[in-house]
């Protein structure tokens, strides 16, 4: 009589009995390892763990078990072989997929590579696959059948040609990538944003809707990739003044206000250049071709205030419905008890002030400069900010009754960048006209001189609550 241990089932059994849980262990340790540090092979492991380890125990089991009782290849066996089939080339589909593009880096042809070229090579080894399962388990001759998809397809692909010529140059444009997602194309005239991108076409974003644009149009013809300037996209507008305005006068305007847009990039200087007659073309750097609309709308509206404020003719008009001698005898009734002013003193002040309105988002003084005069808010909110490193810190805000530039009776630079929040309303006293009040009037110095020491305490209180936080960052760090 044979030993038990000498049966030919006895040593896979064994195998089964103590290689599962130490693998399974193994494997589980693996998985939570993985997926603590955040890889993602942690799923392809689990599905390995969960799946394809205990089918390959079962089919040992299954394969020893009717080996005892049936000889030869019960369906049983073949059905466990072929799941376990399709469980292998799930787990290896997975991993490639993982291994190769999950975990791609950025810029590698691994990351570039356009999705349809992978979904044909995942049908290509699903078929191969599938093949293999059913050529080992089920002994079926593939070969036949591989015979004729080939033929079939050589068919097809020669009554396609003119068909699928144009997919195929769409597809090598999608392989070569001269643009990715949120770029901004240039292609026959048309502009806009690239919001999706396909085997078939390019979705392209023009502001008046979405234009569809097969590949094989885009790689046949020229576009332009406006997203690859070297970093910056030039903007460029043009606008008319007055034939009477001065052409030195209107180019400084222009190169000013474009100079204190938010969209432009930095370290690139605004040129502006006159056309001829009233005609004039400003030219500035953004960062992309996404803020020049956004550049261009903030800069027509700034432009607007600024030249209403330098007295010169937008669009060769230069009336200004909101200067008039009446709201400006108003405004310096309202602030006559701030300068200490009798009613004759206001009168003979009236034509000395002058008003002056700010769009949101304009400087209206800035940190550094001595100003020239004393700006009283009569409507909207002033942000007052602190130039520190490369940011700027806001120190205080400033509403109507209060005033900005209030050194400029003690000739000093100002600590603070004022920015209009909202449309601002201010009445310019000048400093000229600041110095008479203060011979007749001593108390208006010592005002100014508190308001001044009270702006710089709000400016020591912003630097110092910054440093401290920055130093709180580091130590958290």
């Avoid at 149009?217 to 003044?241: E, I, K, Q, W």
């Avoid at 002056?356 to 400087?363: F, K, L, N, P, Q």
């Avoid at 920015?419 to 100014?448: F, K």
């Amino acid at each position: 009589m044979t030993a038990f241990w000498e049966q030919p089932w006895f040593w896979p059994a064994i195998s089964v009995i103590v290689g599962l849980p130490l693998l399974l262990l193994i494997l589980t340790e693996l998985q939570s390892n993985l997926e603590r540090r955040g890889n993602s092979l942690h799923k392809v492991i689990g599905l390995l763990r969960n799946a394809v380890v205990p089918i390959i125990a079962i089919l040992i089991l299954s394969v020893q078990v009717t080996d005892a009782v049936n000889p030869g290849k019960p369906v049983v066996n073949q059905i466990i072989g072929t799941v376990l089939g399709f469980l292998v080339i799930v787990f290896v589909l997975n991993g490639l997929n993982i291994v190769l593009f999950t975990n791609a880096r950025k810029g590698t042809w691994r990351e570039k590579i356009p999705s349809i070229f992978v979904d044909i090579a995942r049908i290509v080894l699903i078929a191969l696959g599938l093949a293999l399962v059913f050529k080992i388990v089920w002994g079926a001759d593939v070969g036949g059948i591989f015979t004729a998809l080939g033929v079939g397809s050589l068919v097809i692909g020669l009554a396609l040609q003119s068909a699928v010529g144009p997919v195929i140059a769409g597809l090598f444009l999608l392989f070569e990538q001269p643009f990715r997602l949120g770029d901004w194309l240039d292609a026959g005239g048309v502009r806009g944003r690239v919001v999706e991108v396909n085997w078939r076409s390019v979705h392209i974003d023009t502001g008046a809707g979405i234009l569809i644009m097969p590949n094989s149009s885009l790689a046949g013809a020229s576009f332009t990739n406006l997203s690859r300037t070297g970093g910056t996209f030039p903007v460029s507008t043009d606008v008319t003044f007055t034939t009477d305005d001065p052409p030195a006068a209107v180019v400084a305007l222009l190169q000013r206000v474009a100079t204190g847009l938010p969209q432009r990039y930095p370290g690139t200087q605004p040129v502006a250049v006159p056309t001829g007659g009233s005609g004039y073309t400003v030219s500035f750097e953004v960062r992309g071709p996404s803020q020049e609309g956004d550049a261009l709308a903030q800069f027509r509206m700034w432009l607007w205030y600024a030249a209403r404020r330098a007295g010169l003719g937008l669009d060769g008009d230069t009336t200004d419905d909101f200067i008039t001698d009446e709201r400006r005898d108003q405004a310096l009734a309202t602030i006559a008890p701030t300068l200490y002013l009798t009613g004759d003193d206001t009168t003979a002040m009236a034509p000395l002030v002058r008003l002056e309105r700010y769009a949101a988002g304009e400087t209206i003084v800035t940190a550094g400069t001595v100003p020239d005069a004393v700006r009283f808010v009569l409507a909207g909110s002033v942000d007052l900010r602190v130039p520190f490193e490369d940011t700027q810190l806001p120190a205080t805000r400033v509403e109507a009754g209060d005033y900005l530039g209030q050194t400029a009776l003690t000739r000093e630079a100002l600590l603070t960048t004022a920015v209009a929040l909202t449309e601002v309303a201010v009445l310019v006293v000048p400093a000229t006209a600041l110095d008479q009040i203060v011979r007749g009037t001593p108390a208006l110095a010592r005002d100014m001189g508190d308001v001044i020491d009270r702006r710089r305490q709000e400016v020591s209180a912003a630097v110092s609550a910054h440093v401290e936080s920055q130093q709180k960052t580091v130590s958290a760090a």
